[in-house]
Nanobody, 124 residues
């Protein structure tokens, strides 16, 4: 069992930066692959980024590649998403999620545990 709590969202101007955090509880965090997803109003939840259990492998959506960086600290049971050069189209509710699977990391159905989300709003 893994419980996830996101934080770090807020209102920022275009071009600004935010760092999201996802704090996990549970003894199996260090063996879970973690993902960030986002959902804008009226749109489907979409993949943003993913990091393997050991932090070695990362993946990004094309829309955030080069601007966002995912990382994790297994000792602190926390996953981070550093977001730079934010755009208004990055506005969404951001969720972290955990999975023991290493396949289909871009698919929401691959993730068993989800946080409640943290709102990111980017003004133009």
């Amino acid at each position: 069992q893994v419980q996830l709590v996101e934080s770090g969202g807020g209102l920022v101007q275009a071009g600004g930066s935010l760092r999201l955090s996802c704090a996990a509880s549970g003894r199996t965090f260090s063996s879970t692959n973690m993902g960030w997803f986002r959902q804008a109003p009226g749109k489907e939840r979409e993949f943003v980024s993913r990091i393997s259990w050991d932090g070695i492998s990362t993946n990004y959506a094309d829309s955030v590649k080069g601007r966002f960086t995912i990382s994790r600290d297994n000792a602190e049971k926390t996953v981070y998403l550093r977001m730079n050069s934010l755009k208004p189209e990055d506005t969404a509710l951001y969720y972290c999620a955990a999975t023991y699977s290493s396949s289909n990391y871009y698919d929401t159905r691959s993730y068993k545990y989800w946080g409640q989300g943290t709102q990111v709003t980017v003004s133009s």
